[in-house]
Nanobody, 116 residues
């Protein structure tokens, strides 16, 4: 399985940008998809962005047009760029990797706080 560590979160003014990173280690065979979810207090966890192993991407409507998921295979890292941040983006962001043999692996999360 894969171990994941998120970074790049922080406190940002509304309208600003952040790039979150997710560094992976361990066995990274049979990866079907990778991406990001987020969860705000008292809210359900929601999908933010997903990338399949062929590079196809999918975004939640709430971030579509201002968010980009990318990967650097050489660094075993997945990124999430969010521009034009809104207070509604405030949440803990979790990255994940889906593997055929091991299922889903999740990071511990990184806090994003967007102030008005």
């Amino acid at each position: 399985q894969v171990q994941l560590v998120e970074s790049g979160g922080g406190l940002v003014q509304a309208g600003g940008s952040l790039r979150l990173s997710c560094a992976a280690s361990g066995s990274m065979v049979g990866i079907n998809a990778m991406g990001w979810h987020r969860q705000a207090p008292e809210n359900q966890r929601e999908m933010v962005a997903t990338m399949s192993n062929d590079g196809a991407t999918m975004y939640a409507d709430s971030v579509k047009g201002r968010s980009t998921i990318s990967r650097d295979n050489a660094k075993n890292t997945v990124y999430l760029q969010i521009d034009s941040l809104k207070p509604e983006d405030t949440a803990v962001y979790y990255c994940y990797v889906q593997q055929r043999h091991y299922g889903f692996s999740w990071g511990q999360g990184t806090q994003v706080t967007v102030s008005s």
